[in-house]
């Protein structure tokens, strides 16, 4: 589809190889990111569109598209040997894809959804569950080839799949966790994707890295 940040076919390359365990989620799959507006396809310029900055417009992908992104997903997943944990967001990939912002497209979501789903290995399990709130849902969808069913569980246990609703944390008690951790010497690690969250460790043996916390 182009954009400023495509993915290449090695997408997931690296965890097929490597044979090691995955935890992923479909993050800001709702858009493409292009330049300013000039710099925008012709064959795109009746889509739908968010200018985010004067260098940042960002395009609503469509159900096709989001179809088509879900298959590609579901096969990547098939090729992994170790245990897998995809997260399906099923009240909006991003902050934009929610009620009442300019993304929201349950249509869209569901078709990326969907298509992730089916595109499971016979010895997979990621059973359907129903959405059960507009927003601030998640499906974990778990993929794992296993020689045997666990002790009392049959393929398909619903067990394996479920919703939960995110848990919201107080800075405060976030930074007490961290300064515990640095205190004890053990590693912290921070990432984000598709929000501008960044994490930056400093420090060194001369300088503590919870002072910065």
């Keep these: 589809m182009g954009g400023v940040f495509p993915a290449t076919d090695d997408r997931f390359g690296a965890i097929i ?3 090691v365990p995955f935890i992923g989620s479909a993050g800001a799959l709702d858009m493409v990111n292009f330049g300013a507006p000039d710099t925008i396809p012709e064959r795109y310029r009746q889509r739908k569109f968010h200018v985010h900055n004067p260098q940042v417009t960002l395009m609503r992908t469509t159900p096709e598209e989001n179809e088509r992104i879900g ?29 009442g912002q300019p993304f929201w497209d349950p249509e869209a979501d569901a ?3 969907t298509r992730a789903g089916a595109q499971r290995a016979p ?7 129903p959405r059960q709130a507009p927003h601030q849902r998640t499906r974990i969808c778990i993929r794992h080839r296993q020689r045997a069913p666990p002790s009392g569980r049959t393929p398909g246990d619903p067990s394996e799949s479920r919703e939960v609703t995110m848990a919201k944390f107080e800075r405060s008690a976030i ?12 590693p912290i690690v ?5 929000t501008g969250l960044i994490s930056q ?3 060194s043996r001369r300088r503590r890295p919870d002072r910065h916390l």
């Design 201 to 203: 460790m400093r420090g």
């Design 71 to 99: 298959r590609w997903i579901g096969e990547k997943l098939n090729r992994m040997d170790g245990p897998v944990r995809f997260f399906l967001p099923e009240g909006g990939v991003s902050a934009l894809d929610a009620p």
């Design 175 to 186: 930074l007490k966790k961290f300064r515990t951790m640095a205190a004890r010497g053990e």
């Design 111 to 113: 078709a990326l959804f």
């Design 17 to 19: 190889r490597s044979r």
């Design 123 to 129: 010895d997979q399990q990621s059973p359907a569950h």
């Design 190 to 194: 921070g990432g984000g994707a598709g």
